[in-house]
Protein backbone atom coordinates (compact mmCIF):
# COMPACT_ATOMS: atom_id res chain seq x y z
CA UNK A 1 0.00 0.00 0.00
CA UNK A 2 1.42 3.41 -1.09
CA UNK A 3 2.53 6.11 1.55
CA UNK A 4 0.70 9.42 1.47
CA UNK A 5 3.34 12.44 2.36
CA UNK A 6 2.39 15.46 3.80
CA UNK A 7 -0.89 17.37 2.09
CA UNK A 8 -1.33 14.06 0.44
CA UNK A 9 -4.69 11.30 0.85
CA UNK A 10 -4.60 7.75 0.62
CA UNK A 11 -8.08 6.45 -1.47
CA UNK A 12 -9.11 3.24 -2.08
CA UNK A 13 -9.43 3.61 -5.97
CA UNK A 14 -13.27 2.47 -7.03
CA UNK A 15 -12.46 3.64 -10.77
CA UNK A 16 -9.49 4.87 -12.70
CA UNK A 17 -9.92 6.93 -16.15
CA UNK A 18 -7.56 5.44 -18.97
CA UNK A 19 -6.06 7.93 -21.25
CA UNK A 20 -3.46 8.20 -24.20
CA UNK A 21 -0.80 9.69 -22.06
CA UNK A 22 -0.59 5.90 -20.32
CA UNK A 23 0.48 4.13 -22.65
CA UNK A 24 2.65 6.85 -24.49
CA UNK A 25 4.80 6.93 -20.69
CA UNK A 26 4.45 3.15 -20.92
CA UNK A 27 6.49 3.80 -24.12
CA UNK A 28 9.18 5.89 -22.80
CA UNK A 29 7.85 9.02 -24.65
CA UNK A 30 7.23 11.13 -22.05
CA UNK A 31 10.32 10.25 -19.82
CA UNK A 32 11.93 14.07 -20.46
CA UNK A 33 9.56 15.48 -17.69
CA UNK A 34 8.01 12.18 -15.99
CA UNK A 35 10.78 9.92 -15.17
CA UNK A 36 9.66 6.53 -13.82
CA UNK A 37 11.24 4.08 -11.76
CA UNK A 38 10.73 0.82 -13.35
CA UNK A 39 8.49 -1.22 -12.39
CA UNK A 40 5.94 1.65 -12.35
CA UNK A 41 2.25 1.51 -12.16
CA UNK A 42 0.00 3.56 -14.58
CA UNK A 43 -3.08 5.76 -14.26
CA UNK A 44 -3.53 9.71 -13.72
CA UNK A 45 -7.09 9.84 -12.77
CA UNK A 46 -9.28 8.10 -9.99
CA UNK A 47 -12.24 8.29 -7.95
CA UNK A 48 -12.64 6.24 -4.37
CA UNK A 49 -13.12 6.40 -0.91
CA UNK A 50 -10.75 7.85 1.26
CA UNK A 51 -8.59 5.79 3.57
CA UNK A 52 -6.23 7.79 5.30
CA UNK A 53 -7.27 11.89 5.47
CA UNK A 54 -5.15 14.58 4.25
CA UNK A 55 -6.05 18.37 4.67
CA UNK A 56 -10.04 19.01 4.12
CA UNK A 57 -10.83 14.96 3.83
CA UNK A 58 -11.60 12.46 6.60
CA UNK A 59 -11.97 8.46 5.92
CA UNK A 60 -14.77 7.33 3.95
CA UNK A 61 -15.04 10.46 1.55
CA UNK A 62 -16.02 9.91 -1.65
CA UNK A 63 -13.53 11.86 -3.89
CA UNK A 64 -11.64 11.95 -7.07
CA UNK A 65 -8.74 13.54 -8.53
CA UNK A 66 -5.15 12.96 -10.46
CA UNK A 67 -2.48 10.98 -8.89
CA UNK A 68 0.72 11.94 -7.57
CA UNK A 69 3.30 12.46 -9.79
CA UNK A 70 0.99 11.11 -12.98
CA UNK A 71 0.75 7.14 -12.00
CA UNK A 72 -0.68 5.14 -9.75
CA UNK A 73 -4.29 4.79 -10.75
CA UNK A 74 -4.05 1.33 -12.12
CA UNK A 75 -4.28 0.29 -8.42
CA UNK A 76 -6.12 -0.78 -5.14
CA UNK A 77 -4.77 2.21 -3.63
CA UNK A 78 -3.47 5.42 -4.99
CA UNK A 79 -2.37 8.79 -3.57
CA UNK A 80 -3.61 12.21 -4.69
CA UNK A 81 -2.79 15.37 -3.79
CA UNK A 82 -5.36 16.84 -1.51
CA UNK A 83 -5.54 20.34 -2.86
CA UNK A 84 -6.23 18.95 -6.29
CA UNK A 85 -8.81 16.21 -5.31
CA UNK A 86 -12.39 16.95 -4.97
CA UNK A 87 -15.70 15.43 -2.56
CA UNK A 88 -17.95 13.79 -5.39
CA UNK A 89 -21.55 15.37 -4.88
CA UNK A 90 -24.24 12.42 -4.32
CA UNK A 91 -25.61 10.51 -7.11
CA UNK A 92 -22.20 10.95 -9.22
CA UNK A 93 -20.82 7.71 -10.28
CA UNK A 94 -17.27 6.29 -9.58
CA UNK A 95 -17.22 5.89 -12.79
CA UNK A 96 -18.17 8.69 -14.51
CA UNK A 97 -15.95 10.78 -11.95
CA UNK A 98 -13.11 9.35 -12.37
CA UNK A 99 -12.76 10.30 -15.80
CA UNK A 100 -12.79 14.27 -14.89
CA UNK A 101 -9.48 15.16 -13.46
CA UNK A 102 -7.61 14.99 -17.13
CA UNK A 103 -9.90 15.24 -20.17
CA UNK A 104 -12.69 17.11 -18.74
CA UNK A 105 -10.23 19.32 -17.11
CA UNK A 106 -8.22 20.12 -19.90
CA UNK A 107 -11.25 21.01 -21.83
CA UNK A 108 -12.58 23.62 -19.31
CA UNK A 109 -8.73 25.23 -18.96
CA UNK A 110 -8.50 24.66 -22.87
CA UNK A 111 -12.18 27.27 -22.77
CA UNK A 112 -10.86 29.17 -20.11
CA UNK A 113 -8.04 30.35 -21.84
CA UNK A 114 -9.38 30.91 -25.63
CA UNK A 115 -11.73 33.39 -23.30
CA UNK A 116 -14.83 32.75 -25.71
CA UNK A 117 -17.61 34.92 -25.73
CA UNK A 118 -21.02 34.24 -26.49
CA UNK A 119 -22.16 34.16 -30.45
CA UNK A 120 -18.49 33.35 -31.06
CA UNK A 121 -17.16 30.26 -33.26
CA UNK A 122 -15.70 27.75 -32.34
CA UNK A 123 -13.38 25.05 -34.25
CA UNK A 124 -12.91 22.44 -32.10
CA UNK A 125 -10.73 20.02 -33.99
CA UNK A 126 -10.97 16.10 -32.90
CA UNK A 127 -13.89 16.82 -31.42
CA UNK A 128 -15.11 12.86 -30.96
CA UNK A 129 -12.51 12.58 -28.48
CA UNK A 130 -12.35 12.74 -24.40
CA UNK A 131 -11.37 16.41 -24.29
CA UNK A 132 -13.27 17.87 -27.20
CA UNK A 133 -16.84 15.95 -26.43
CA UNK A 134 -16.39 17.98 -22.92
CA UNK A 135 -15.17 21.22 -24.45
CA UNK A 136 -18.06 20.92 -26.97
CA UNK A 137 -20.54 20.91 -24.27
CA UNK A 138 -19.11 23.45 -22.34
CA UNK A 139 -19.25 25.91 -25.27
CA UNK A 140 -22.68 25.60 -26.16
CA UNK A 141 -23.39 25.81 -22.03
CA UNK A 142 -21.98 29.26 -22.88
CA UNK A 143 -24.13 30.27 -25.77
CA UNK A 144 -21.28 29.44 -28.75
CA UNK A 145 -21.63 28.04 -31.74
CA UNK A 146 -19.30 25.08 -32.06
CA UNK A 147 -17.97 22.31 -35.18
CA UNK A 148 -15.39 20.56 -35.21
CA UNK A 149 -13.88 17.65 -37.11
CA UNK A 150 -14.57 14.19 -35.84
CA UNK A 151 -14.58 10.80 -37.76
CA UNK A 152 -17.50 9.28 -39.25
CA UNK A 153 -17.81 6.67 -36.52
CA UNK A 154 -18.24 9.35 -33.89
CA UNK A 155 -20.55 12.31 -35.66
CA UNK A 156 -23.76 11.58 -34.88
CA UNK A 157 -22.99 11.35 -31.18
CA UNK A 158 -21.44 14.90 -31.51
CA UNK A 159 -23.74 16.36 -33.28
CA UNK A 160 -25.93 15.46 -30.85
CA UNK A 161 -23.78 17.52 -28.19
CA UNK A 162 -25.32 20.59 -30.71
CA UNK A 163 -22.21 20.14 -32.70
CA UNK A 164 -22.15 20.82 -36.38
CA UNK A 165 -20.08 18.13 -37.96
CA UNK A 166 -17.40 17.64 -40.43
CA UNK A 167 -14.67 15.19 -41.90
CA UNK A 168 -11.24 15.50 -41.07
CA UNK A 169 -10.10 17.11 -44.48
CA UNK A 170 -13.76 19.67 -43.79
CA UNK A 171 -14.11 22.87 -41.95
CA UNK A 172 -16.57 25.45 -41.94
CA UNK A 173 -16.02 28.98 -44.10
CA UNK A 174 -14.77 30.39 -40.85
CA UNK A 175 -14.12 30.08 -37.28
CA UNK A 176 -13.19 32.93 -34.22
CA UNK A 177 -11.43 30.43 -32.44
CA UNK A 178 -9.84 26.80 -32.65
CA UNK A 179 -8.99 24.54 -30.18
CA UNK A 180 -6.80 21.82 -31.95
CA UNK A 181 -6.95 18.29 -30.61
CA UNK A 182 -5.11 16.50 -32.88
CA UNK A 183 -1.66 18.03 -34.02
CA UNK A 184 0.19 16.94 -36.84
CA UNK A 185 -1.24 18.66 -39.88
CA UNK A 186 -4.28 19.39 -38.72
CA UNK A 187 -4.11 23.03 -38.36
CA UNK A 188 -2.69 22.93 -42.24
CA UNK A 189 -6.34 20.87 -43.42
CA UNK A 190 -8.53 23.84 -42.17
CA UNK A 191 -6.16 26.78 -42.83
CA UNK A 192 -9.12 28.48 -45.00
CA UNK A 193 -11.50 29.21 -42.19
CA UNK A 194 -8.35 31.11 -40.60
CA UNK A 195 -8.20 34.67 -40.47
CA UNK A 196 -5.85 36.91 -38.84
CA UNK A 197 -8.11 37.32 -35.51
CA UNK A 198 -8.66 33.62 -35.00
CA UNK A 199 -7.86 32.61 -31.52
CA UNK A 200 -6.02 29.10 -31.47
CA UNK A 201 -4.87 26.47 -29.01
CA UNK A 202 -3.16 23.68 -30.07
CA UNK A 203 -1.28 20.62 -29.19
CA UNK A 204 0.74 20.88 -32.17
CA UNK A 205 4.66 20.84 -32.35
CA UNK A 206 5.76 24.62 -31.44
CA UNK A 207 7.24 25.35 -35.33
CA UNK A 208 3.45 24.57 -36.55
CA UNK A 209 1.57 26.36 -33.57
CA UNK A 210 4.26 29.24 -34.46
CA UNK A 211 3.18 29.04 -38.54
CA UNK A 212 -0.15 29.90 -37.52
CA UNK A 213 0.27 32.05 -34.41
CA UNK A 214 -1.07 29.40 -32.45
CA UNK A 215 -0.49 28.84 -28.11
CA UNK A 216 0.17 25.39 -26.72
CA UNK A 217 -2.83 23.78 -25.03
CA UNK A 218 -1.52 23.53 -21.43
CA UNK A 219 -3.72 23.17 -17.60
CA UNK A 220 -4.07 25.89 -14.94
CA UNK A 221 -3.85 23.67 -12.01
CA UNK A 222 -6.58 25.59 -10.96
CA UNK A 223 -8.20 23.32 -7.87
CA UNK A 224 -11.92 24.61 -8.29
CA UNK A 225 -11.85 23.37 -11.79
CA UNK A 226 -12.49 19.97 -10.56
CA UNK A 227 -15.43 20.69 -8.40
CA UNK A 228 -17.17 22.56 -11.29
CA UNK A 229 -16.99 19.91 -13.24
CA UNK A 230 -18.45 17.24 -10.44
CA UNK A 231 -20.94 19.13 -9.52
CA UNK A 232 -22.48 19.57 -13.91
CA UNK A 233 -22.44 15.87 -13.95
CA UNK A 234 -23.90 14.90 -11.18
CA UNK A 235 -26.88 17.46 -12.10
CA UNK A 236 -26.64 16.04 -15.55
CA UNK A 237 -25.89 19.06 -17.21
CA UNK A 238 -22.70 17.21 -18.54
CA UNK A 239 -21.48 13.72 -19.89
CA UNK A 240 -18.54 13.11 -19.24
CA UNK A 241 -18.57 10.23 -22.30
CA UNK A 242 -17.88 6.74 -20.43
CA UNK A 243 -18.61 4.32 -22.87
CA UNK A 244 -16.58 1.36 -22.11
CA UNK A 245 -15.66 0.08 -18.02
CA UNK A 246 -13.31 -2.81 -17.97
CA UNK A 247 -12.64 -4.42 -14.85
CA UNK A 248 -9.61 -4.50 -13.51
CA UNK A 249 -8.30 -7.93 -14.34
CA UNK A 250 -8.51 -6.57 -18.03
CA UNK A 251 -6.92 -3.69 -17.67
CA UNK A 252 -4.38 -4.48 -20.27
CA UNK A 253 -7.24 -4.92 -22.45
CA UNK A 254 -8.17 -1.48 -21.64
CA UNK A 255 -5.15 0.05 -22.37
CA UNK A 256 -5.03 -1.15 -25.72
CA UNK A 257 -8.32 -0.16 -26.50
CA UNK A 258 -7.27 2.90 -25.94
CA UNK A 259 -4.05 2.72 -27.60
CA UNK A 260 -5.01 1.65 -31.02
CA UNK A 261 -7.32 4.75 -31.22
CA UNK A 262 -10.60 6.07 -31.96
CA UNK A 263 -12.06 4.59 -29.32
CA UNK A 264 -15.76 6.25 -28.90
CA UNK A 265 -16.40 7.80 -25.49
CA UNK A 266 -13.88 6.89 -22.38
CA UNK A 267 -12.10 4.26 -20.86
CA UNK A 268 -12.63 3.27 -16.98
CA UNK A 269 -11.38 0.18 -14.75
CA UNK A 270 -13.84 -0.93 -12.28
CA UNK A 271 -12.47 -1.59 -8.90
CA UNK A 272 -12.97 -3.98 -7.32
CA UNK A 273 -14.63 -6.31 -9.67
CA UNK A 274 -15.69 -3.74 -12.57
CA UNK A 275 -19.47 -3.01 -12.77
CA UNK A 276 -20.64 0.80 -13.09
CA UNK A 277 -21.86 2.49 -10.05
Known amino acids: MPEPGRGEVLVEVRAAGVNPVDWKVREGMH ?10 VLGREVAGLVVRSGPGFEPGDRICGPTIGGCGGYA ?4 LPAERAARMPAGLSFTDAAVLPIAAGTAYDALEALSLRPGESLLILGVGGGVGTVAAQLAVMRGIDVAGTASAAKRVYVESLGVVAYDHDQHPERADVVLDLVGGDALHKVAGALTDSTRILT ?3 PDVAAQYGASPLKRSGDPGVLAVLTELVANGKLDPGVRNV ?5 AGDALALVEAGHVAGKVVIGLPT ?3 R
Request: charged content about 25%; hydrophobic content about 55%; proline content about 16%.
Open 31 to 40: RAFLPLELPA
Open 76 to 79: EFAV
Open 203 to 205: VAD
Open 246 to 250: FPFAE
Open 274 to 276: GPR
